[in-house]
């Protein structure tokens, strides 16, 4: 598996396109709109308290206030907002607390009015950015991410990631920890910590506990609502999550931004420091990697994918909705039971790439095609399941009901990915699809034509003049690939009347 990281930066927004295996799976944006990132820790005040709720609205300095639920207070907020008041007071110089003495965690079912009052000041963290109407989604139990570890301010409990599956591991690296971890502190391993030596997790846990007093430091001095701790940006909190030995490149257009990240790869994974390149070409950098097609074919409502086979995915208030659709495809060798395994396969591989790509979150109910057997049902439910193990989101899935629904639970965190794929129709009013996208539609017609039971002496394509240039232009056209792929010649015949992106296939048979 090979793993590139493609970054494109202009004047205000920031680019960031993961590639596995030349294939886009993850597209995200950085704009400098966008002051609220998930991590990002504030010094805030307690708003008005909503009894009905258990919970209360907090000024993050968003014109839409953070909504605080009693829930996500964490078990040890005494301490903390104990811990506040006396290093605002100045009383507290010792941020390490070592000599902190920790109040009991509160009740689990408890009420918050009991626990916070109104203008009290709280230390917060965004867990969830802003959507739509809603402001960001916020809680008091703090978290500081490294690059093997978090660090969790107020608890002496450690813990490692259920990613790692070795029990043995396990064990080695919580015996590490608990040697390393100071008082008053716990710590989260993380997936990538497996097999790390205490050399290296002591290393990270001193980045992160500078973090923490630096933060403390600006806490005296600071007036509410204010931002004490940023995330890191997206491209270096990207690589710290996913830089793994899978990466061969890492691309970037911007100087400055380029400088950046060779120095933080060189800071976490010094070996792979000759990865980060700086791309100089007249030729813009998503054009040279194929990103653009891929978005304009990837973010529209039908999806085409190999075999003929599409989905169609649509977004509701509720939910999302996939649906799974075969193509009318034949398949003379298997029996139907067995076609709609192999459709459903491979519609689970590009469901599980969509919902990344797209960051979609909450609640997707996915309909693939009927299966009649319990063996059939288990093996897509575990291929599913594998597709999906690469996903950093939380998410759960629940196995194939009767009808072919599955149902899946994605968190949300940020705003989902939409991307645009209509364009202006140059002939009329209104819009038609992205020029790309006909190319993909006409790969599907084709695929149709040829897995057909009848056999055509002769297929011909009516197309727009520009659609037949495109169609056909150097040597190798993608004329030729269909030639190459179906061993028959395609017919391009001009058609002034026809509009932009109308198509029409004429079929001879013998």
């Known amino acids: 598996m090979k793993t590139e990281l493609i970054i494109r930066s202009n004047s205000s927004d920031i680019d960031f396109a993961l590639l596995r295996d030349g294939k886009l799976i993850e597209l995200n944006k950085e704009t400098t709109k966008n002051k609220h990132a998930v991590g990002d820790i504030y010094l805030s005040k307690v708003g008005k308290i909503l009894s009905g709720l258990n919970a209360s609205f907090v000024n993050v300095d968003y014109p839409k206030d953070g909504f605080l639920h009693y829930h996500d207070l964490g ?28 109040e009991k965690d509160i009740d689990k079912n408890g009420e918050f009015s009991k626990v916070l009052k109104t203008g009290q000041n709280i230390l917060v963290q965004v867990v969830k950015e802003p959507i739509s109407t809603k402001g960001p989604r916020i809680s008091s139990e703090l978290s500081i991410a490294g690059r093997y570890l978090v660090l969790v301010p107020f608890s002496n409990r450690v813990s490692v990631s259920q990613k790692i599956s070795s029990n043995k591991e396990k064990d080695r690296l919580k015996k590490l920890a608990k040697s390393i971890k100071p008082k008053g502190f716990g710590v989260i391993l993380r997936t990538v910590a497996e097999g790390k030596k205490v050399s290296e997790l002591e290393r990270d846990l001193e980045n992160s506990l500078k973090k923490w007093t630096d933060l403390c430091s600006r806490i005296p001095n600071s ?46 994974f010094p070996e792979k420091s000759s990865i980060v390149q700086f791309y100089e070409s007249e030729v813009p950098l998503f054009e040279k990697f194929g990103i653009e097609r891929q978005i304009k074919t990837a973010f529209g409502k039908t999806v085409s994918m190999s075999k003929g086979a599409y989905l169609v995915i649509e977004h509701t208030e509720a939910l999302h909705v996939i649906d799974v659709n075969s193509g009318n495809r034949s398949n003379k060798e298997s029996s139907q039971a067995e076609t709609a395994l192999e459709v459903n396969m491979i519609s689970a591989t590009e469901i599980a790439r969509q919902l990344q790509l797209r960051d979609m979150g909450g609640i997707i109910v996915v309909d693939f095609i009927d299966m009649h057997t319990n063996v059939h049902r288990q093996k897509l439910y575990d291929h599913l ?126």
């Open 75 to 102: 078990p040890q907020i005494l301490s903390s907002t104990k811990f506040l008041k006396k290093v605002g007071t100045g009383k507290e110089k010792d941020f390490l607390l070592k000599d902190f003495q920790l």
């Open 223 to 268: 007036n509410t609502p204010t931002k004490i701790l940023s995330e890191l940006n997206r491209a270096s909190s990207m690589l710290r999550d996913v830089l793994n030995d899978s990466f061969t490149k890492i691309m970037v257009d911007d100087k400055s931004l380029y400088k950046e990240i060779k120095e933080y790869v060189n800071e976490i």
């Open 385 to 510: 399941k594998s597709e999906m193990s690469l996903d950093r989101t939380k998410h759960k899935i629940l196995p194939p009901s009767k009808f072919g629904l599955v149902q899946i639970t994605r968190q949300r965190v940020r705003p989902e990915m939409i991307i645009k794929t209509k364009e202006p129709n140059p002939n009329k009013t209104g819009e038609v699809e992205a020029p790309i996208v006909l190319v993909d539609k006409l790969e599907y017609e084709l695929y149709k034509i040829f897995n057909s039971k009848i056999k055509y002496k002769k297929v011909t394509l009516h197309v727009h003049p520009f659609v037949a240039s495109f169609l056909t232009k150097n040597i190798f056209s993608i004329r030729y690939k269909w030639f190459r792929k179906y061993k028959q010649w395609i017919n391009i015949v001009e058609r002034d009347s026809f509009m932009y992106l109308q198509y029409k296939f004429v079929r001879t048979k013998k």
